[in-house]
């Protein structure tokens, strides 16, 4: 497992890999759809709940984000002791999950500087090809973020994460670049479509601290 920010006691998160996922105890999972919708708990919820992203100030409950190929986003305020986790596809990156999710730290009292993000194993360049459609779909002033090669045309999601973070003014930002395709300790949705698994990242706030 990937463990981050581990310079603070109040907190424990981190990437797990495909073998290491189904071992993770108390999970609090979402119905994830690729949207932008942002829940934020005081409790866990009795049944996943439809959303691509989690937040919380209550000690105790593991935000866990399922991905494979897809960018788990983990966000943390050492000060207000805010948690989320946020599950970002191409599609959720490109509509405001990320914005919406540092929307909801806002509302619960955080502040810009004091957000720290760690974006976990995903898909990256060098296997993310994608069509010329998608990329009609942005701004030219974001096109360097698709690379064309005599294969096809291929995706920075990485780079487009973090220019949507920093865009919004987060500075504290971790990037684990681990492609999910050509590590085989992942699962991968583009590597294996007929495997249904996930691997798992978390969140959790430490009780009485």
């Known amino acids: 497992m990937i463990s981050v920010f581990q310079d603070f006691p109040c907190v424990q998160a981190g990437f797990c890999n495909a073998k290491e996922s189904p071992n993770l105890q108390d999970p609090i999972l979402m119905n994830q759809v690729h949207g932008v919708d942002v829940i934020i708990l005081d ?3 009795e049944a996943p709940l439809l959303c691509d992203a989690l937040a919380t100030q209550t000690p105790g409950l593991k935000l866990t984000v399922k991905t494979a190929d897809c960018a ?3 966000f943390f305020d050492p000060v207000a002791k805010i948690a989320a986790a946020t599950h970002a596809g191409w599609k959720g990156a490109f509509q405001g999950i990320l914005e919406n999710t540092i929307l909801a730290l806002l509302q619960m009292g955080s502040t810009i500087a004091n957000i ?5 194993p995903h898909l990256t360049q060098t296997n993310f090809q994608v069509s010329p459609d998608m990329r009609a779909l942005f701004p ?3 096109h360097h973020f698709f690379e064309s090669r005599e294969t096809g045309l291929y995706f920075d999601f990485t780079g487009y994460i973090l220019h949507r973070l920093k865009r919004a003014g987060l500075q504290h930002i971790d990037a684990h670049a681990i492609d999910t395709f050509s590590d085989s300790t992942y699962n991968s949705y583009r590597r294996n479509k007929e495997d249904p698994a996930r691997q798992y990242s978390f969140i959790q706030l430490t009780e009485g601290v």
Do not use: D, F, N, R
């Not at 720290?116 to 976990?120: K, N, R």
């Open 43 to 45: 409790q866990k919820p």
């Open 72 to 74: 788990p986003v983990l």
């Open 116 to 120: 720290h993000v760690a974006i976990g």
């Open 140 to 142: 030219k002033t974001e």
